[in-house]
């Protein structure tokens, strides 16, 4: 079964901790994404990836760094400079290559800083 | 900037029609998405329009004016599983190609 996945659906962590977010694909896809959302708001692109080895910040990428070492993986780490952290993440794939590229979404990680 | 509206929320009854819009102003349009998402869950995709016109997939169309700045997502039949938010996303050139994505129209069905 072709999909992304993510994990873990909830975690919860104390303020000034770095947290991990995993997000592993098995549909070859080349792109690979990373949004925050929050309540009232449309999803903000933090980091995204359109081929192993290379990765561009988003519109937000203060406080977030990620890695691309292999084409299944896109991790996201939530360091401590982040300063409002809580929030529902969503990891997205798609093909790449221009044309309809549609993206595909994995089930999100809600992060909870206490 | 770039900048993309939708209504907040909409109520519709079981069995009707509901239309719901998204107006954008973007630099370079390069097509828009439409997603569904059921609280706590994945946004799921639904239509694709890049050129002026009408995209029907069964009970589900999407309409797109480039000239207007505006689309529309039409849902038919409305079943009580359609309660769920609709985002409305533009890819455009002074995005870098990336989406940008509305703040989402809940729509609650009633019976």
């Known amino acids: 079964d072709g999909g992304i996945t993510q994990s873990p659906k909830y975690l919860f962590r104390k303020e000034g901790q770095n947290v991990t977010l995993s997000c592993e694909q098995n549909?070859?896809?080349?792109?690979m994404y990373w949004y925050r959302q929050d309540p009232g708001q449309g999803l903000r692109l933090i980091y995204y990836?359109?081929?192993?080895?290379?990765?561009q910040k988003g519109d937000i990428a203060e406080g977030y760094s990620v890695s691309r070492e292999k084409k299944e993986s896109f991790p996201l780490t939530v360091t401590s400079a982040q300063k409002n952290p809580t929030a529902f993440y969503l990891c997205?794939?798609?093909?790449?290559?221009?044309?309809?590229?549609?993206?595909?979404f994995g089930p999100g990680t809600r992060l909870t800083v206490l | 900037g770039q900048n993309i509206d939708q209504p907040t929320e909409m109520t519709a009854t079981e069995g009707a029609i509901v239309q719901i819009n998204c107006t954008y102003q973007?630099?370079?349009?390069?097509?828009l998405f439409w997603y569904q998402q059921h609280a706590g869950e994945a946004p799921t995709f639904l239509s694709y329009?890049?050129l002026d016109g009408l995209e029907e997939k069964g009970r589900f169309s999407s309409f797109l004016s480039r000239s207007k700045g505006y689309s529309y997502l039409l849902l038919k039949e409305l079943q009580m599983k359609d309660s769920a938010s609709y985002l409305c996303?533009?890819?455009?050139?002074?995005?870098?190609?990336?989406?940008?994505w509305g703040a989402g129209t809940k729509l609650i069905i009633k019976p």
């Open positions: 997205a794939s798609s093909p790449g290559g221009g044309g309809t590229d549609t993206q595909y």
């Open positions: 549909l070859n896809h080349d792109a």
């Open positions: 990836s359109q081929i192993v080895n290379d990765f």
């Open positions: 973007t630099s370079g349009f390069n097509g």
């Open positions: 329009n890049v």
């Open positions: 996303a533009v890819r455009a050139r002074d995005s870098n190609y990336q989406l940008i």
